[in-house]
């Protein structure tokens, strides 16, 4: 039988809806072989995850993304079989998380000059255990009726460069892609369609890193032959993924974009 895996999924540690058994559970589902657990910033999905996908035998590839800011633009980049339980970059986690809490009030102070008044403490609430986001943000402000759709508080307000954007995330890619290595994880940068800056990839190239995320929801085919010639010519790892969030997007994407096993033992290959 032809093994397939879906290597970018997240739970409600973060801004997924699922928790790690729904998330697990799922994959069941819809028979996918193995998924790569990749939430923004947090890794304690991972363990729950782990224990899940042996009772319902589905392989589970403990992994990250983590945030990071070039010139104002938000990057994110993959860690995979990252070592969850690495002090040193647990607390580089940490201070993420700390910047992610203090950012969403920015942003909440922000949205006061259109009007919206939204409760810090409702949008904390709805976030959950974990890492909070702009996703939890642009889900309450769909709950509250200020926007018809949760795409919209991103196009209107919270994307990037919108005007109640806030970044200030102190992590460079390449001291992402450091923290990741030093984890015994594998970099690889998240979703290279979706920021659209190719020409900051070969700095990341030459500071190590391992894999580009080729296969995504957002990656238009074109997009996908691009980022996999790329791959090829750089002789870096491929790897794909739905990012799918439970239903914080509208649909469950998981098992939308998927790859073959192969590609899983090519990452194994590497791991360090
Ligand atoms: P943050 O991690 O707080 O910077 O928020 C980024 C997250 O917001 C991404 O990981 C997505 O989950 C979500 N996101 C970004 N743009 C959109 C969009 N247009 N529609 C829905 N979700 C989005
Ligand atoms: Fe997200
Ligand atoms: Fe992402
Ligand atoms: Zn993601």
New binding site residues.
């Given amino acids: 039988m032809y093994r397939t895996a879906d290597l970018h999924v ?1 739970t409600n540690f973060s ?1 997924g809806t699922f928790s790690p058994e729904e998330v697990i559970q799922h994959a069941s589902k819809i028979k996918l072989s193995c998924i790569a657990i990749c939430d ?1 910033d947090v890794l304690d999905a991972i363990g729950p995850c782990l224990a899940a996908g042996e009772k319902y035998g589905v392989e589970v590839i403990p992994g990250v993304e983590v ?1 990071a800011e070039k010139q104002g633009c ?1 990057i ?1 980049m993959l860690g995979f079989y990252i070592d969850r339980k690495d002090e040193a970059f647990r607390a580089k986690l940490a201070q993420l998380c700390a910047q ?1 809490e203090k950012r969403i009030y920015d942003m909440i102070d922000k949205l006061k000059k259109h009007k919206i008044n939204l409760d810090p403490g409702e949008v904390f609430k709805l976030s959950g255990k974990g890492s909070i ?3 939890h943000l ?1 889900r309450m402000l769909y709950k509250k009726g200020y926007v018809a759709t ?2 919209d508080a ?2 209107k307000y919270i ?1 990037n460069n919108k005007s109640c954007y806030v970044g200030k995330i102190n992590l460079t890619p390449e001291e992402a892609i450091d923290e990741i290595i030093k984890a015994r994880g594998i970099p690889v940068l998240a979703h290279p369609g979706v920021m659209g800056k190719d020409e900051f990839i070969p700095s990341y190239i030459k500071h190590g890193l391992m894999g580009i995320e080729v296969y995504h929801t957002d990656h238009p085919p074109a997009a996908a032959r691009r980022y996999e010639a790329m791959a090829k010519e750089n002789n870096l790892l491929m790897t794909g993924g739905s ?1 799918c ?1 439970g239903l ?2 509208g649909r469950v994407l998981m098992g939308v974009v998927t790859v073959g096993y192969e590609l899983v033992e090519r990452l194994k290959d590497a791991r360090r």
Avoid: M, N, Q
């Fill in positions: 997240h801004d923004h945030t938000e994110h992610r986001g702009r996703l642009a949760v795409d991103f196009r994307g990012d969030h914080g997007k």
